[in-house]
Structures are given as structure tokens and as C-alpha cells.
């Protein structure tokens, strides 16, 4: 006959069996078939030192869900884990990088003095006023992005 040490023993895996098994799952929690995204950005023929990528669902694929996702850009690379990816469909792409080279020293920051705001540095047709677009497909998406300085709207 077991002890009731032995019982408690016997309760105590029963319950953590199950807790393992929860962790041990990798992959997306929402059941979404999202995709792993990454590629390169370069600005004017050199990689684009730091910003920020965003996709925005242009429409829903096949009337399924909608995500939108994005991430940091270091080096001209940037990388969206399949975890926290994007749903395949079309996608309008925003691309921003600003230049705080004329940011007031903080020695002049106080009540009543508004921070410098960042120079925007990409042009309006690669983000507020954004013509880039991808197509994320099922398996792998490396994209690329030559954005230029100059304008191409008049």
C-alpha cells in the first residue's frame, strides 16, 4: 500500500506532466500560419545604419486574418522571428530613420522646453505617403529595400 508521501509524490507529477508539456510547445500561441520575415534595407546604395520596418495588411488574404508587424533595422538587416510573423498576403511597407544630430544638449532641458523631435531621414513615398509593398508567401521571406534620397514624386 503507498504512503501518503508517496501519494503527494505521485499528485505532484500528475500535475507537472501536463505543465511541461505546455512549455516544451514552440511556434505561434494563436494558431496563425505565420511566417519568419528578413532582408536587408539600404539607403542610397549603403546599408541603412538604424531604423524601423512596419507591415501593414494591404488586404486580407483570402478574407483570413489580418497582423501587422515590424521591427528595429541595425546594419541594413532586419529579421521578424516566425513567433511574432507575418500571416502570408500583400503588405504595405514603412520604412523610417531619423537623425537626432541637432538634439539640445540636456543641460538645456527642463520644464517648458520640448525635447528636439527627430529629422526624418527616408522620404515620404517609403513611409507616410508609402508606395513600398511586399508579398509574404508560406516558407521563406527575404526581402529587399533600395530606398534613395531623392524624391521620385514632383
Not at 19 to 37: N, T
Not at 48 to 77: H, M, Y
Not at 114 to 132: G, Q, S
Amino acid at each position: 500500500m503507498l504512503g501518503i508521501a508517496s501519494r503527494r509524490g505521485i499528485s505532484y507529477w500528475l500535475a507537472l506532466v501536463p505543465s511541461l508539456a505546455i512549455v516544451g510547445c514552440g511556434g505561434s500561441s494563436d494558431g496563425l500560419p505565420r511566417q519568419a520575415v528578413s532582408g536587408k534595407v539600404t539607403f542610397d546604395g549603403k546599408p541603412l545604419e538604424s531604423g524601423t520596418i512596419r507591415f501593414v495588411p494591404s488586404a486580407p488574404p483570402g478574407g483570413g486574418p489580418q497582423v501587422e508587424g515590424g521591427d528595429t533595422i541595425k546594419g541594413g538587416q532586419f529579421s521578424i522571428s516566425r513567433e511574432v510573423g507575418l500571416v502570408p498576403g500583400s503588405y504595405k511597407v514603412s520604412i523610417y530613420s531619423g537623425n537626432l544630430a541637432g538634439e539640445r544638449p540636456k543641460a538645456n532641458m527642463g520644464p517648458g522646453r520640448a525635447p528636439a523631435v527627430a529629422k526624418e531621414l527616408i522620404p515620404k513615398e517609403y513611409n507616410a505617403m508609402t508606395k513600398l509593398t511586399a508579398d509574404i508567401k508560406e516558407g521563406a521571406n527575404d526581402l529587399s529595400f533600395d530606398l534613395t534620397s531623392t524624391s521620385k514624386e514632383k
